[in-house]
């Protein structure tokens, strides 16, 4: 008991289910008693109340009862929250009763809309039925009447009368079926209640009444055959001439196929021409052009190599095309700063901010200079992949960039640099280097550029030079003005609304991305999603991602991208094409494929000097012979070259296209490999690299220590006098001494070694009376009973020849060997 501002409150609570009691006390008087139950609170009236007053019960939810600690306040507010958690139950259920009512009305709607169109669909189709029923039968009544007029009509009791007398009256008696008429004018006799088919178990126990039940397509089948019987037969079909396309061979059930006839129709006719063969066996073109011509088809001759007809380039029109940003490549020595000057150009000239080492990503990439134009820079290190594209005939470089040392000027690496951008045929900027240093000498680099043909600006040429530093930043200005004059003078323009065209700059094997190849744009735009071919391989762009590691959809026109997607990795220098469907790329993979296993099996593949005296000689237009030189020093590759210049006439001559001092190195192999010209070196070797690239490509390699020899070799090549000598060298004589003969083996010499030695591998010569009658080889050699591969000089043995017997006491037998020596000319 609790004493509660002058009121007193009693509690009872009785059993696990009854509820609470309070009684209130004030002052005397008793109020309403109030029962609490777990889930109704029933206000009782107090004594003396009307009789009207009954209890009043209110349903309560169980947040109701206030646990202890709690106030009015938080009371009330959690009331208020549970109402409005209700409201907002009851508003979703009734937004979810109208979205299923909105859902049901548009799926009666849509229903009812395929059932209209089902309805008219087979009003028409019964229209078209009626109209060609009400043709056939106007056809038929011609026909009748007709056949009435020209004959008399059979007597009535003629079954042929009774049928003219069906078909006349079948008009007048729209009534019937068609299939009542069909059975009057199929068989002219009712069935009755013929029953048709098999007794099963159904009908036996249904009492047999209504026979089977035929289906709709047997319906539509007789009805069929009922309106050409009444048309007056089946007519033929038209004969349909189509163009087959014919390669050189075909298998027998694709010839079908393309001819749209059937293959034992043309098993058939193979056999009638003496071939037995099956659908799954091929057939030549000249056979199956036979047989399309015989079923009156036209013969559409195709190659292999049309699948590659998707992919001609075609011109572009002038309104079409649009600028581009120049393509730029920085060559030069190792030592001379190339990669500080891209550095200080990336730094110094890019507006928007771009992370270190964005050449590792993609081998390429594109700077936008402060004027706004954009530039793009290629990094081929070892210049293999340069070459290779220039000799695939892309144009994917512009300009070339040759950076030399003021410091150091022309160096080997330089002079190679100069080779490569002539072979390009690319306008060339010279960028000297390292000009802050105080030793530089900027006119020295000038001066030995002119030994190689490279005249400057500053010595009245048309070679742009720009004194650069890339320490301090000097000339950098001038340098892409030159660059961006260059660019301006050639115009550089594509069209970007087209399939997309480019080359491969390098290409990798990915761990966690697969086959990656970086691609400069050459033409049109590639797009995330389109199919493309890429010499040996194909695929669909998966992703692309430009030179900042950046996710991108397009690339237009001298934009390098990485790609993604491919089944396989391309070599440095194919080039890209997209194609409208896959199975077009497929084909062209797998084309492209095949030819290079086929190149690659073919005998003698390579370049060779052999191969080179052929081709001069089956070639008239052919007329100089290119050769690359590597020596040791360059007092010896000056002596070569000018010795190699000395060598030709009127119709043939050396042509030296590079030559430099230092080992032989990858790029030498690109370049021979793009002009087809053999490697000569002089006191030097190849490295591990550019030896396995040459036995790669095929590039022939020789080393000569005499520089003699080498002048004859290259001689010999260019006169057409070089070739293989085959020499034969004598090892030994041996003297038939007794002649056995042996059962299964035929006659055998019994010899003596008079000189030198016998060998079993060698050849021999029969000589009677120093006269040479037989030359071969032998069949065995036996010392004793054992087969012996070699008899020394003084011991016997014996001798069979290989398919010769006539062999005779006395007679000397020579033994030599063949040796094959190439030919060095003194």
Same mark, same amino acid.
């Given at each position: 008991m609790s =004493?509660?501002?002058?009121?007193?409150?009693?509690?009872?609570?009785?059993?696990?289910?009854?509820?609470? !009691?309070k009684q209130s006390f004030s002052h005397g008087r008793t109020k309403n008693v109030v029962v609490e139950t777990k889930r109704k609170r029933i206000v009782?009236?107090?004594?003396? /109340?009307?009789?009207?007053?009954?209890?009043?019960?209110? %349903?309560?939810?169980?947040?109701?009862?206030?646990?202890?600690?709690?106030?009015?306040?938080?009371?009330?507010?959690? @009331?208020?929250?549970?109402?409005?958690?209700?409201?907002? $139950?009851?508003? &979703?259920?009734?937004?979810?009763?109208?979205?299923?009512? /909105?859902?049901?009305?548009?799926?009666?709607?849509?229903?009812?809309?395929?059932?209209?169109? $089902?309805?008219? #669909?087979? $009003? *028409?189709?019964?229209?078209?039925?009626?109209?060609?029923?009400?043709?056939?039968?106007?056809?038929?009544?011609?026909?009748?009447?007709?056949?009435?007029?020209? *004959?008399?009509?059979?007597?009535?009791? &003629?079954?042929?009368?009774?049928?003219?007398?069906?078909i006349k009256q079948a008009p007048r008696k729209p009534e019937r079926t068609d299939r009542d008429d069909s059975k009057s004018r199929g068989k002219g006799r009712d069935d009755g209640g013929r029953r048709g088919g098999k007794l099963t178990l159904n009908q036996a126990l249904s009492g047999g009444e209504g026979g089977r039940q035929k289906s709709m397509a047997a319906m539509k089948r007789k009805q069929e055959r009922a309106r050409q019987k009444a048309m007056g037969g089946a007519q033929e079909r038209e004969k349909v001439v189509r163009d087959v396309q014919l390669p050189e061979t075909i298998v027998v059930s694709e010839l079908a196929n393309r001819m749209a006839e059937r293959v034992g129709d043309v098993v058939k006719a193979l056999m009638n021409n003496g071939m037995m063969v099956t659908q799954n066996q091929t057939v030549d073109a000249d056979t199956a052009e036979l047989i399309i011509e015989e079923f009156g088809h036209k013969v559409v001759r195709v190659s292999d190599s049309d699948v590659e007809d998707v992919i001609h380039a075609v011109a572009d029109k002038d309104e079409d095309l649009q600028s581009r940003p120049p393509v730029i490549t920085i060559m030069g020595h190792v030592d001379h700063g190339k990669t500080s000057l891209l550095d200080a150009i990336r730094d110094a000239k890019v507006v928007a901010g771009e992370a270190g080492g964005i050449t590792q990503h993609i081998g390429a990439y594109q700077v936008t200079t402060a004027s706004?134009?954009?530039?793009?820079?290629? =990094?081929?290190?070892? +210049?293999?992949?340069?070459?290779?594209?220039?000799?695939?005939?892309?144009?994917v470089t512009d300009i070339v960039v040759l950076v030399v040392a003021a410091d150091d000027s022309v160096m080997p690496q330089t002079v190679e640099a100069i080779n490569h951008a002539?072979?390009?045929?690319?306008?060339?900027?010279?960028?000297? %280097?390292?000009?802050?240093?105080?030793?530089? %000498?900027? =006119?020295?680099?000038?001066?030995?550029?002119? #030994? +190689?043909? !490279?005249?400057? &600006?500053? @010595?009245?040429? =048309?070679? #742009?030079? !720009?004194e650069v530093s890339a320490q301090t930043g000097q000339g950098l200005d001038e340098l892409l003005e030159a660059i961006a004059l260059q660019a301006e003078i050639l115009e550089l323009k594509a069209n970007p609304d087209r399939a997309a065209e480019g080359a491969v700059i390098e290409a990798q094997l990915d761990v966690g991305r697969g086959p990656v190849a970086t691609v400069l744009v050459q033409r049109g735009t590639l797009r995330q999603g389109d199919i493309f071919v890429v010499g040996e391989q194909y695929g669909k762009v998966r992703a692309l991602m430009n030179d900042r590691g950046e996710r991108v959809k397009e690339a237009g026109p001298s934009v390098p991208v990485e790609v993604l997607g491919l089944n396989g990795t391309p070599e440095a220098g194919d080039v890209l094409n997209v194609v409208s469907t896959e199975a077009q790329?497929?084909?062209? *993979?797998?084309?492209?494929?095949?030819?290079?296993?086929?190149?690659?099996?073919?005998?003698?593949?390579?370049?060779?000097l052999e191969q080179l005296l052929a081709q001069a000689k089956e070639t008239e237009n052919l007329k100089e012979l290119p050769i690359l030189v590597k020596a040791d020093v360059q007092g010896s590759a000056e002596a070569i070259v #000018?010795?190699? &210049?000395?060598?030709? %006439?009127?119709?043939?001559?050396?042509?030296?296209? +590079?030559?430099g001092v230092g080992a032989i190195t990858e790029s030498d192999i690109g370049l021979a490999e793009a002009s087809g010209a053999p490697v000569f070196g002089f006191n030097v070797r190849a490295n591990a690299p550019a030896r396995q690239s040459a036995n790669q490509k095929g590039v022939e390699i020789r080393y000569y220590s005499v520089i003699y020899d080498l002048v004859d070799v290259v001689n010999a090549a260019a006169s057409g006098l070089l070739g293989t000598e085959i020499r034969v060298n004598f090892i030994g004589y041996a003297k038939i001494k007794e002649v056995f003969k042996v059962t299964g083996v035929g006659k055998v010499a019994g010899c003596l070694v008079t000189e030198g030695v016998a060998r079993r591998s060698a050849g021999v010569r029969l000589l009677r009376d120093d006269v040479v009658i037989h030359e071969g080889t032998l069949k065995t050699l036996k010392r004793f009973k054992d087969e012996v591969a070699e008899v020394q000089s003084g011991q016997e043995c014996g001798m069979a020849f290989e398919s010769y017997d006539d062999i005779r006491e006395g007679d000397v037998i020579e033994i030599f060997e063949r040796e094959e020596v190439e030919r060095n000319l003194a």
């Open positions: =004493d509660n501002d002058g009121k007193k409150t009693l509690g009872v609570r009785s059993g696990p289910r009854a509820g609470n !009691v009782k009236p107090k004594p003396g /109340a009307a009789p009207g007053a009954a209890n009043k019960t209110v %349903n309560l939810p169980d947040s109701t009862r206030r646990p202890a600690g709690i106030s009015d306040t938080e009371m009330e507010r959690r @009331m208020k929250a549970l109402a409005a958690a209700k409201e907002r $139950e009851v508003e &979703e259920a009734a937004k979810r009763e109208a979205e299923e009512k /909105a859902r049901d009305a548009e799926r009666q709607r849509r229903r009812e809309e395929a059932e209209a169109k $089902e309805r008219e #669909q087979r $009003e *028409a189709e019964e229209r078209a039925k009626a109209k060609a029923e009400e043709e056939a039968r106007k056809k038929r009544e011609a026909e009748t009447a007709t056949k009435q007029a020209a *004959a008399t009509p059979p007597p009535p009791d &003629e079954p042929g009368a009774k049928q003219d007398r069906t706004g134009a954009k530039l793009s820079f290629l =990094d081929t290190p070892g +210049h293999a992949a340069f070459t290779s594209m220039r000799s695939r005939g892309a144009q002539k072979a390009a045929q690319v306008p060339m900027i010279v960028a000297i %280097n390292k000009i802050d240093k105080p030793e530089a %000498n900027p =006119d020295k680099v000038r001066t030995g550029l002119l #030994q +190689h043909e !490279v005249v400057v &600006e500053a @010595m009245s040429g =048309d070679v #742009q030079d !720009v790329a497929r084909e062209i *993979a797998e084309y492209r494929s095949k030819a290079a296993k086929e190149r690659r099996a073919a005998a003698g593949a390579g370049t060779s #000018q010795a190699m &210049e000395k060598i030709g %006439n009127e119709e043939v001559r050396v042509r030296v296209l +590079h030559s």
